[in-house]
């Protein structure tokens, strides 16, 4: 499956979604969840405040693997997913929309360019066509 284009992407498999709002939406690809198979928890360690491009802010446990995830965007986090907390199946389901993982005001709006256009990520993960 390829990648929504309508996202930027980390090669550690976290999308990044502008929303209307100009708040940056965060989830995992499918590349992701079909690597993990059945996920079972999901935990964010960064609920609210600051966060740095590159930091971690929670992690993804799945019946085969346990894999950090990863922030692209520098701002504030200022909102989570309690859904995705609370059903991680959600994950397994519907990965790019009900599964966002935390939304983050930027602090620099640019830098959501910067991060890998879905056809980059496809190629980096071996999936272009």
Known sequence: MAAPDDRRYLKSHEWHRREPDGLIAVGISQFAVEELTDITYVEVTRDEGSIEAGEVFG????????SELYCGIGGTVVAVNQQVIDKPETLNEDCYDAGWIIKIRPADPAEFEKLLSAADYDKACGQAE
Do not use: P
């Not at 992690?59 to 346990?66: I, P, Q």
């Open 59 to 66: 992690e993804v446990e799945s019946v085969k693997a346990t």
